[in-house]
């Protein structure tokens, strides 16, 4: 539905691929690159129109904003303050004075412009290379004005991935779970919201526990643990229409449930008789399919992005160590050795990475490791810190985090935080409430 | 699976015998006994003199002398009161990812509830239910918390 509401992206200007600017993405980024994101412009009957159907009094520096707040969060690039920009909008738009902007060492600039036109939002905007005095990007598109937001994420994309070489992650929204109350009786509902924490909404009232929910690869289902009439079973949630249902017919409780990367099987474990075993369900045909045979626990499964295997969670050698096998059950292989235990393992959209939970010596690590088990590098330590989320283009991971209380059990909290694969970037993810196990949507508009 | 249970079941009487000659020797330290809770801060009462829950070790399954000693009294209080029928909740402490530890939880309780059908408890009037470690008994981020916290707990369902 989302989707839909996009009407046209379109190129305005042809474009060249000059070798421009470059953001290198696989290293920490210690020097982020200094652009300026000039306000949209905006023709005054527009800036009236918007400032009645949004109540935003000049809807085209609220996009900018959105701009700059993204690529501030990634860690690459360095906005610069608007009190030092010496063009007006419009001209900038038109044709940049490069000097001026070079003056306050902006190396790249982003120029646009806003329209009110038969009810719609339609937006230009230009991605220029300041030192070399070139366009490297013109873009239009129009969508209802409501969009407004993602219009700035869109826009932080494309500018993203032109000036990386890798697709974004920012018109994306984040499903978790919100918490509230005293640690020994948590209310926990289902949320959802921007990737950049607006939007906020909550889909499910606090009656019953909720755990864990994810996405389904076009984003507009849910599949998560629900307590409802305190039987623990594996569900599935239509975002747009809110229709829930109980995924099979489990004599037991049903756990940490994912969907198959094609979207079509919700892959999760079944308790019983305390063995915990990797179950599939075909959403279309219902079939249920026996993935692990083993009597230890066999959990928290999750699909390369072909689909051809899965990597999990099994105490099979005495602790919690990652497994990985093909997508029928063979071929079972331990990938984990390092000292201590390895939980959630998490496979990166990019195929070639594994993350995962680790616990060693009383402190908690999220860590990456290559898929046969090699390469493991910890991203981040403490107290307590679980379950990661890759950005869809597989450059940062969201996890929660929870404090340690004092004698008297008082001070918890919850948190999501995100951290890029350098290990470098860490920050905390802004939500009205506590917060827990988060998971990224896929890219809304591709 | 079968004849395993059963196996696994004997082996646990047995076991049962030769720990409790053992546990006299055995020094207590404060309210754990290695990091078993082994106090009465959070123990609530079935019937007089019945507790009503068993603890576990880091990351363990295994039943202890004390825990099988409570069984034992819930499962005569069981045989007593015939008509109840009984949940077990599994829970474990904070110091393991969310869903490694709902399966720890059911592990837990099925723990409990093998022992009380060794003693002749119809595994109709049982049911179990693993809250892994969303509720957590004591809030406190320390060992002694943490015990307590790594529990079977049996409620009354009727």
């Given at each position: 539905?989302?989707?839909?509401?996009?009407?046209?992206?379109?190129?305005?200007?042809?474009?060249?691929?000059?070798?421009?600017?470059?953001?290198?993405?696989?290293?920490?980024?210690?020097?982020?690159?200094?652009?300026?994101?000039?306000?949209?412009?905006?023709?005054?009957?527009?800036?009236?129109?918007?400032?009645?159907?949004?109540?935003?009094?000049?809807?085209?520096?609220?996009?900018?904003?959105?701009?700059?707040?993204?690529?501030?969060?990634?860690?690459?690039?360095?906005?610069?303050?608007?009190?030092?920009?010496?063009?007006?909008?419009?001209?900038?738009?038109?044709?940049?004075?490069?000097?001026d902007w070079n003056l306050i060492k902006a190396q790249a600039l982003i120029t646009g412009k806003v329209n009110f036109i038969d009810d719609k939002l339609r937006v230009e905007f230009r991605l220029w290379d300041v030192l070399a005095g070139k366009e490297m990007m013109a873009l239009a598109f129009t969508t209802v004005p409501n969009n407004w937001r993602r219009v700035g994420h869109i826009i932080t994309d494309k500018v993203y991935e032109r000036l990386t070489g890798e697709k974004g992650y920012f018109d994306t929204r984040i499903i978790y779970v919100a918490e509230e109350g005293p640690k020994t009786r948590r209310v926990k509902k289902l949320a959802i919201m921007d990737q950049d924490g607006a939007n906020n909404k909550f889909l499910t009232l606090g009656n019953e526990l909720v755990l864990t929910p994810r996405f389904n690869p076009t984003s507009q289902m849910v599949t998560y643990l629900s307590y409802f009439r305190n039987l623990p079973r594996v569900y599935l949630l239509d975002i747009e229409t809110g229709m829930q249902e109980v995924v099979g017919d489990f004599p037991g409780m049903t756990f940490a449930p994912r969907f198959s990367p094609d979207g079509k099987k919700i892959i999760m474990s079944f308790a019983k008789e305390g063995n915990s075993e990797i179950f599939t369900m075909d959403l279309e045909n219902r079939i249920v399919e026996k993935i692990t045979n083993h009597p230890s626990i066999d959990t928290s499964p999750s699909y390369s992005p072909d689909g051809k295997y899965i990597c999990f969670n099994s105490d099979r050698s005495g602790y919690q160590q990652i497994y990985i096998m093909k997508s029928d059950g063979t071929n079972v292989k331990r990938i984990s050795f390092g000292k201590g235990l390895y939980g959630t393992p998490v496979w990166s959209p990019r195929g070639d990475l594994i993350a995962f939970t680790k616990l060693h010596k009383g402190k908690f690590y999220i860590g990456v490791m290559r898929t046969d088990g090699s390469g493991e590098r910890l991203l981040t330590e403490?107290?307590?810190?679980?379950?990661?989320?890759?950005?869809?283009?597989?450059?940062?991971?969201?996890?929660?985090?929870?404090?340690?209380?004092?004698?008297?059990?008082?001070?918890?909290?919850?948190?999501?935080w995100s951290i890029d694969l350098t290990g470098y970037n860490e920050r905390l993810v802004n939500t009205p409430t506590d917060a827990s196990d988060p998971s990224w949507s896929s890219l809304l508009s591709n | 699976m079968k004849l395993n249970k059963i196996l696994k079941n004997a082996f646990l009487i047995i076991f049962a015998g030769l720990a409790l000659s053992a546990c006299a020797v055995s020094k207590k330290t404060g309210q754990m006994q290695g990091d078993v809770y082994t106090g009465t801060d959070t123990v609530e009462y079935l019937a007089s003199g019945v507790p009503d829950r068993v603890f576990f070790a880091t990351n363990e399954t295994v039943l202890t002398t004390a825990s099988r000693e409570t069984l034992r009294k819930q499962a005569a209080w069981l045989r007593k009161n015939s008509k109840i029928t009984i949940v077990l909740e599994g829970h474990a402490d904070e110091r393991g990812t969310r869903e490694y530890n709902l399966a720890l939880g059911e592990r837990r309780a099925n723990a409990a509830k093998d022992y009380l059908m060794t003693y002749g408890i119809s595994s109709d009037r049982i049911s179990v239910l693993s809250y892994g470690k969303e509720r957590p008994v004591d809030s406190g981020s320390n060992p002694l918390a943490w015990s307590k916290n790594r529990r079977s707990v049996t409620v009354k369902a009727n």
């Open positions: 539905m989302l989707r839909k509401l996009f009407i046209i992206i379109l190129v305005i200007f042809p474009v060249k691929a000059f070798a421009l600017i470059e953001v290198d993405i696989t290293r920490g980024n210690l020097n982020p690159l200094p652009i300026a994101v000039s306000p949209l412009s905006i023709d005054e009957s527009s800036r009236k129109s918007f400032e009645k159907v949004l109540k935003k009094k000049n809807i085209g520096s609220e996009i900018s904003s959105v701009v700059e707040k993204n690529l501030k969060t990634s860690g690459l690039f360095n906005p610069l303050n608007k009190d030092a920009f010496l063009q007006a909008p419009e001209i900038a738009n038109l044709k940049p004075r490069f000097e403490n107290f307590y810190q679980e379950a990661p989320s890759w950005s869809p283009n597989g450059r940062v991971l969201i996890f929660y985090r929870e404090t340690k209380t004092d004698d008297k059990g008082k001070g918890f909290s919850a948190k999501l | -």
